[in-house]
């Protein structure tokens, strides 16, 4: 059964810089949108809807039997995206949970999407995600891989404290490459959406900093794997490589 406290979006746009017409692209045999919704739809946790401002896009969905939401082409974020989509889907209200979706992560495993939802349960937090313990010096050196630093709620799940391009902490220790996927609470997405750009949001180019910075409470769950995001032609290769094996 479907929780229908839950909206999972998967925002998707053409207009990607360093490869345009992404969501489309083949992978084995299906468009990238088409494997991220279908994780998504086999996760079980709530309804799947596709949130984008082209029509290819939504045509796409709907044919392999999605759902697709237009939203506005003027969006500057994902998360701006979702929330025209949420409003546009549950006009009532009646979803309490928000999860922000990657349109771009066509590997992710049902597991990782389920597992960003636990700590919601703590009527303290606000947003949840997902963070991977670093094990190789190149993630660790590299800025394009963001890392979490939170203080340790035990077991598997964090606080966040910061989130940052830099090889941080410094020092003898774990450090956590951050995932990009996000449960909001609904009042959680409606204020972040609310808040203009924040000054370390700016610097970090992380807008995920726009919450911390505004007291908002963060925390993250520790996971085994992470996901392969499709950046450039080489992540496609790769995505298809993978894809193409299961």
């Known amino acids: ?20 017409g992404k969501p489309l692209a083949d992978i084995a045999g299906l468009p990238m949108i088409v494997h991220v919704m279908r994780r998504a739809e086999a996760a079980g946790i709530g309804r799947v809807a596709v949130a984008t401002d082209t029509p290819e896009i939504a045509s796409v969905v709907t044919t392999h039997g999605g759902e697709a939401v237009m939203t506005s ?59 991977s313990q670093i094990h ?3 993630e660790d050196l590299a800025p394009s891989v963001v890392k979490a630093i939170g203080t340790s709620l035990g077991g598997k799940r964090m606080r966040a404290l910061y989130f940052t391009r830099a090889t941080a902490p410094t020092g003898d220790g774990p450090r956590y490459h951050h995932i990009g996927l996000y449960a909001y609470r609904r009042a959680a997405l409606e204020r972040y959406v609310s808040l ?36 450039t032609p080489a992540d496609l290769e790769t995505a298809r490589s993978i894809l193409s094996k299961s």
């Open 73 to 131: 082409p003027t969006h500057p974020s994902g998360s701006d995206r979702i929330h025209e989509a949420m409003q546009k889907l549950d006009p009532d209200g009646k979803a309490e949970i928000v999860v922000n979706l990657q349109g771009d992560f066509p590997t992710i495993t049902i597991g990782n999407i389920r597992e960003v939802l636990p700590p919601l349960q703590d009527p303290a937090v606000d947003i949840a995600t997902l963070a």
């Open 136 to 138: 190789t010096e190149e």
């Open 196 to 231: 203009p750009p924040s000054p370390l949001e700016l610097q970090e180019k992380l807008e995920q900093l726009r919450a911390l910075e505004a007291g908002m409470r963060i925390d993250f769950t520790i996971v085994d794997t992470v996901p392969r995001g499709v950046d």
């Open 1 to 20: 059964m479907i929780d229908p406290r839950i909206l999972v979006l998967i925002p998707a746009r053409m207009a990607a810089t360093r490869l345009p």
